[in-house]
């Protein structure tokens, strides 16, 4: 039996729709093979999750959405739309 | 009082509230930027206590010190905080040669409720080119209410701005500023000075306010940050808000965006 080994895609769109655009990403390598940072890249590595999806990556987790607590309705924070993706890869 | 010709004008009032930072290319001259990179180097730069007036933290031979008196830099200053602030803290950040690893994204402090804001110098002694670092900022990330490394899951953002610069350079970000200190994989040791100063008086009208009628505020107050997405209205009111207090005009706004919201008519409409 191959050992496999997760490999996370975090991407952050435009809109909840999973065709909108990424505006941020990240990436966690659980095979050691690469350790990703801050700043390592000026383009994402797919336009949009489905973009993303078709590359083999697996939809693990959508954004809830929630409305805004009283007072705060214009209050900016965190990055509203983060959807966790995933690949299993072989180790050697 | 400084010479206005120093002072920010209200065009570069407006963009510190929609990006956050103002930069300043090369600014520093040389004989400075030497001095002051010595002094880190050696680690002898005085530490002040948090809320002492800026202007008793140094003696007039510290190298800092006269960085930071120079007429050009205390015209930011005033614009920004005011004649007399007072110094918070400094640090003198430091990247070791061969550092691969970049630093979590963070902002500094906590959450902070206030309009008023403290400001944040970032000083570049040296050149510092991108393999090199430096410090990376996210434009346009200052009015997001987070507590330090909450943010530290993310990685790359659209219009992430690495400060690359020559030696000199300086730049003046709002304390809510996301940023992270980047890789150095140079062989030099590179470093970057860091000072937060707090206002003493209301933050209104501190600039040259000359063109205040001319600027473009409403297009730069608009302005929208590529990694935005659909917050960018929210953000615009964000600015809104900044903007009235700077001025002192809770009647100030862009488009209609708030206007709308604040149109609450309570009269009764009168019988035909």
Known sequence: MPELRQKLLVLHLHTPDLNSNVVAWAMYDGTGTKRHTTGDSETPPYNSVVEAMRDGWRVIQFPQQFPAYPGMEYHTSYLRFEYVLEKLEEIQ | ?272
Request: glycine content about 8%.
């Open chain 2, 1 to 272: 009082m400084i010479d206005k010709k120093h002072l920010l004008t209200t065009e570069q009032m407006a963009n510190f509230v929609a990006d956050g930072y103002l930069r300043f290319d090369a600014f520093i001259p040389d004989e400075f930027n030497k001095a002051a990179h010595a002094e880190m180097e050696d680690g002898m730069i005085v530490r002040g206590r948090g809320g002492t007036v800026l202007n008793d933290v140094w003696t007039d031979d510290s190298a800092v010190g006269k960085v930071f008196r120079l007429p050009e830099v205390q015209g930011i200053i005033q614009s920004l905080v005011g004649e007399d602030p007072l110094y918070d803290h400094h640090a003198v950040h430091i990247v070791r040669p061969q550092n691969e690893v970049g630093q979590i994204w963070h902002a500094d402090a906590i959450i902070d409720l206030r309009m008023h804001f403290d400001i944040q110098f970032f000083y570049f002694s040296h050149d510092t080119p991108r393999e090199m670092g430096g410090t990376m900022i996210l434009p346009g990330s200052h009015y997001r209410r987070v507590c330090e490394t909450d943010i530290a899951r993310y990685q790359n953002f659209l219009g992430q701005m690495p400060v690359v610069c020559e030696a000199g350079t300086l730049l003046v970000v709002h304390h809510g500023m996301w940023h992270c200190a980047q890789p150095n994989l140079t062989e030099q040791t590179r470093y970057m000075f860091k000072l937060r100063l707090n206002p003493t008086v209301r933050q209104r009208q501190l600039w040259n306010t000359e063109d205040l009628d001319a600027a473009p505020i409403h297009g730069i107050l608009g302005r929208n940050h590529r990694w935005y997405g659909n917050d960018v209205r929210l953000e615009i009111v964000n600015r809104i808000k900044q903007w009235r207090f700077l001025i002192g005009d809770d009647s100030f706004d862009v488009g209609y965006w708030l206007s709308r919201l604040e149109n609450m008519p309570e009269g009764a409409q009168e019988a035909a």
